[in-house]
């Protein structure tokens, strides 16, 4: 059998076409009780010596059961989220190639051109599929261009879906577009999974998208493409090209840019409290300019938006800084995406030094998408405090391993005066006497949201309103107590509820705009719209209790 044949065959029917299928008993034995089970899960789980073999565990487990893994899943989601999500999808991307057992998702290749339609049908849902996320390889978290083995970021963004926003699994279509890779060890590596070729030029590229998005829609008609860690230029590219065609959105630039909104504006309120600064005075410096932080820049307009002021005024309180210092306008060769904030009222020597920038700037909020681990140094850090009493201090760069700054570092250069939030999670900490509990400044809190409003709503496009709107369905989703600790997120345990808020807001806004299909959901009462969103969650039924026998 050659590998384009494999590649065509269905992760469900390898085993019979292969002829090694063999009779596995359904039914556990008599006095098998769920929640022991979830117990033993949990025992097994922790006997790992590593997480990257718990993320072996875990996608086992899912394999064997899928209820169950999903039952777990939610009873344990702060353990389990940072092990099948950032950080450690990190590691298991890194060596997919080495830990891969068997299909758990697609491959569409640039050697299926030409017949994309047929690869996709082979996907045994089929119609059934209402949301993929699709990922190329090429910068998967901030680790670079990793080919082929980008499939598990597509398979964990999907289990968020499931686990965040009771989105069906077999709903859900993870894929990886294989279009070879640029990295040199993985083309030398004899397990390398994916196709042995560098990437292609921009003209085969675009062929090939178009191909594959069109293809998208013809077989699966419902389907939401959420484009997941695409290397900048092509994030925007494609993000421009088909989000007026497909219904579509980019999780990277879009959602990151709802999900820091949102919490920008509860660290902001936080921050003026304490200061007395009016929240149309902050200024907000982002270290790092890429496809994330040019994103999440565009979407805090809507803050400074949000206090009365212009698009200008609002455009103005914003510094980019990118591996060459302070973006400004008269740098040669300025990449397209970095021209909008590149400021034009700076015509010194070139700033390079973070702290020369900041003491330039004189910013209320350092925000890290640069995935420079440890940039935020102790100087960097001290500098901030001094210039603000709770300066807002967001390393959102992942996995954990590429943070900008840890959070106790951050706690203790700023006496425990941060309004923190990291990419990936830490764990909260003592100081003072005090429990002082991080953030987690990561799209998984919206994605899921918008992904189940679009799909509910039938909206034919994702909007940018309805992005905007997502984020202030975060925001406001902060209860009281959550307030009181200093929080800037809710916590994840509330995650559902959360996301049914987000939906609610993302249907109202399609409705507004007049993208809306499912036009039945325009005559709910908002208590009535949430009720709907949340009777369309799925749950994994209650296996162990239903087929004891
Ligand atoms: N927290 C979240 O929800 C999300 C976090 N991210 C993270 O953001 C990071 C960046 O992602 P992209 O924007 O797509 O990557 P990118 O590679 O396009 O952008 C990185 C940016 O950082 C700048 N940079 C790199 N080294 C620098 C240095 N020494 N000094 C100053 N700037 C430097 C680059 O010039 C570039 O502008 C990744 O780690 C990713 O995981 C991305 C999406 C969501
Ligand atoms: C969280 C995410 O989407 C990223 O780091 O790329
Ligand atoms: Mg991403």
Redesign the pocket.
């Given at each position: 059998m050659t590998l384009a044949t494999l590649s065509l065959i269905t992760p469900k029917s390898n085993a019979a076409a292969m002829g090694t299928s063999t009779i596995v008993p359904k039914i556990p034995p008599p006095h098998l009780n769920g929640t022991d089970h979830r117990q033993r899960c949990l025992t097994q789980l922790r006997s790992k010596a590593t997480s990257l073999e718990k993320y072996i565990f875990l996608s086992g487990l899912k394999e064997r059961d899928a209820n169950l893994f999903y039952e777990f899943l939610l009873a344990n989601m702060f353990e389990l989220i940072p092990i099948l999500y950032?950080p450690t999808v990190g590691d298991a991307c890194s060596n997919y190639s080495h830990i891969w057992r068997r299909p758990e998702g697609l491959y569409v290749s640039l050697e299926h051109k030409g017949r994309i339609r047929d690869v996709l049908r082979t996907w045994p849902a089929g119609i059934a599929s209402h949301i993929s996320v699709v990922t190329d390889g090429s910068?998967?978290?901030?680790?670079?261009d990793l080919g082929a083995n980008g499939l598990p970021i597509s398979i964990g963004k999907l289990d968020l879906y499931i686990a965040g926003a009771g989105l069906r699994p077999t709903s859900t279509l993870p894929i990886c577009l294989d279009l070879g890779t640029n990295t040199e060890r993985f083309l030398k590596d004899p397990l390398y999974i994916g196709l042995r070729r560098s990437r292609p030029n921009i003209a085969e590229m675009d062929a090939f998208m178009d191909e594959f998005m069109e293809a998208m829609t013809d077989v699966f008609p419902k389907i939401l493409v959420q484009f997941e860690?695409f290397?900048?230029d092509n994030?925007f590219r494609y993000l421009d090209r088909y989000r007026h065609r497909y219904q579509c959105f980019n999780?990277?630039i879009q959602?990151?840019g709802a999900?820091?909104l949102s919490g920008f504006i509860n660290a902001a309120r936080l921050s003026s409290a304490a200061s007395g600064l009016p929240l149309s005075e902050h200024k907000i410096l982002f270290?790092?300019?890429?496809?994330?932080?040019?994103?999440v820049a565009k979407q805090l307009m809507s803050f400074f938006r949000l206090q009365g002021m212009s698009e200008e005024e609002a455009k103005d309180r914003i510094y980019?800084?990118?591996?060459?210092?302070l973006i400004t306008a008269d740098r040669d060769g300025l990449q397209e995406h970095?021209k909008f904030f590149a400021r034009t009222d700076y015509s010194g020597p070139s700033l390079t030094k973070?702290v020369d920038i900041i003491n330039y700037v004189q910013p209320t909020a350092l925000l890290?998408?640069?995935?420079?681990r440890n940039?935020f140094s102790e100087d960097v850090v001290r500098l901030m405090s001094n210039l603000n009493k709770r300066p807002i201090i967001f390393p959102?760069?992942?996995?954990v391993s590429?943070s900008e700054v840890d959070f106790l570092d951050a706690v203790n250069w700023t006496n425990g005066q941060v309004i923190f939030a990291?990419?990936?999670p830490y764990p909260p900490m003592l100081h003072n006497g005090v429990n002082l509990e991080p953030g987690?400044?990561?799209?998984?809190y919206i994605f899921p949201g918008i992904g189940l409003g679009t799909i509910l709503s039938g909206a034919k496009h994702v909007t940018d309103d309805m992005v905007t709107q997502a984020a202030m369905a975060l925001s406001a989703a902060l209860e009281d107590e959550e307030v009181r600790v200093g929080l800037v997120y809710p916590r994840l345990v509330r995650i559902r509820e959360i996301s049914a808020r987000i939906a609610c807001a993302v249907i109202r806004q399609a409705q507004d705009e007049g993208v809306d299909r499912n036009i039945l959901l325009r005559s709910l009462k908002d208590d009535v719209l949430i009720e709907y969103v949340k009777s369309k969650m799925w749950s994994p039924p209650a296996y162990y209790a239903a087929t004891r026998m």
């Open positions: 950032t910068r998967i978290l901030g680790l670079g860690d290397s900048t994030a999780d990277d959602g990151t999900v820091v270290f790092g300019a890429g496809s994330a932080g040019i994103g980019t800084v990118d591996s060459k210092g970095k973070l890290g998408l640069s995935t420079l940039a959102l760069s992942n996995p590429l990291s990419g990936s987690q400044g990561n799209n998984m």
